[in-house]
């Protein structure tokens, strides 16, 4: 091989390991401006505190680890789910990432505080996480049900609310607490329903089709499922 090539094919090489290197520390900022997001959300945004007390109710069909894997990705997804209500990002409510856009009433929720002249929320404490099951639902009892929207597996959380300080800031600058029904220490379920997969960009989410909160045991459906949660 002549001088003159080997040293182009050195430079050329060296060309490409440079848009590779520059792709590879702009991907995050490409990846959401793919979906319409802008600006992005932080790297870290997801990661947080982790479930101390996850339960296998899938008579079988999921090994531990796995009931364990689709625990984090759930807890992962609510934190995408809920740094867009308290920055109000509805674009990233609406990006299709987290569950159908919208969020099952995220960015519903969002316009009508955009609508009051509301900017964002200061503050946000995670819930302390008491126990999250795997629950397996029988094709049998998804017939029976098909209004409750069910899925294969669903995940069931129970939590204690701490006590909430978050403020709305408004555009001319007031703040004021955020009113929410409930007291601090007072214990809560959450039922989604939808499936667990690995995003190339997030890695591992759970896709929450359908979302509730659930009162154990009350006579419906969604009762009976969170009511197998025992914290």
């Known amino acids: 091989m002549r001088q003159t090539t080997r040293v182009r094919l050195t430079i050329a090489c060296a060309a490409l390991f440079l848009s590779a290197a520059t792709f590879a520390a702009d991907d995050w900022d490409a990846f959401w401006k793919s979906v319409k997001v802008s600006p992005s959300p932080p790297r870290d945004f997801l990661e947080g505190n982790t479930a101390p007390n996850v339960r296998n109710f899938t ?25 867009a209500y308290v920055n109000l990002r509805r674009d990233i409510a609406d990006a299709g990432i987290f569950g159908p856009p919208g969020l099952s009433g995220t960015s519903e929720a969002i316009d009508r505080y955009r609508a009051e002249g509301v900017v964002r929320m200061s503050g946000h404490p995670e819930p302390e996480i008491l126990a999250v099951a795997v629950i397996w639902i029988s094709p049998q009892m998804r017939a029976e049900n098909p209004a409750a929207q069910l899925t294969e597996y669903v995940i069931v959380k129970a939590y204690r609310r701490q006590v909430d300080d978050r403020m709305l800031v408004y555009r001319d600058g007031r703040s004021e607490p955020l009113n929410r029904s409930g007291q601090p220490g007072e214990i809560r379920w959450q039922l989604d329903a939808g499936h667990f997969f690995k995003h190339p960009m997030l890695g591992p989410l759970w896709y929450q089709e359908m979302g509730w909160g659930c009162v154990p045991n009350n006579g419906t459906i969604t009762g009976e499922i969170c009511g197998r949660l025992k914290p």
């Open 59 to 83: 008579v079988g069909r999921l090994t531990d680890d796995t009931a364990r894997a689709w625990v984090m990705a759930s807890l992962r997804r609510g934190r995408g789910d809920m740094y």
